[in-house]
């Protein structure tokens, strides 16, 4: 069992910038593969960003070139970088972990983009 704790999450304005993180349990994080997921009210979840254990990265179309996400192995945290933000970006983020066929999933950290 992978426990997953995100953190980082707020009320900011459009235009900034948040940073959320996300901590998993485990001994081999470095194998793990993992994503940031969003929801909306009234929305289906959707991915934002994920990053596999050799580190290559995918972005969801309306994210790319404003967020990053980033891979700490020593410190078993993954990282998303957010910038420029919108109203729209406005959600529960979540963290999902891949491993060994396994899905795992944190509480979720809310976001909220309003002037």
């Known amino acids: 069992q992978v426990q997953v704790v995100e953190s980082g999450g707020g009320l900011v304005q459009p235009g900034g910038s948040l940073r959320l993180s996300c901590a998993a349990s485990?001994?081999?994080?470095?194998?793990?593969?993992m994503g940031w997921y969003r929801q909306a009210p009234g929305k289906a979840r959707e991915s934002v960003a994920t990053?596999?254990?050799?580190?290559?990265?995918n972005y969801g179309d309306s994210v790319k070139g404003r967020f990053t996400i980033s891979k700490d192995n020593g410190k078993n945290t993954v990282y998303l970088q957010m910038n420029s933000l919108k109203p729209e970006d406005t959600a529960v983020y979540y963290c999902?972990?891949?491993?060994?066929?396994?899905?795992?999933w944190g509480q979720g950290t809310q976001v909220t983009v309003v002037s």
């Open positions: 999902n972990v891949y491993y060994r066929f396994a899905e795992y």
């Open positions: 485990g001994s081999d994080f470095n194998a793990y593969t």
């Open positions: 990053i596999t254990s050799g580190g290559s990265t």
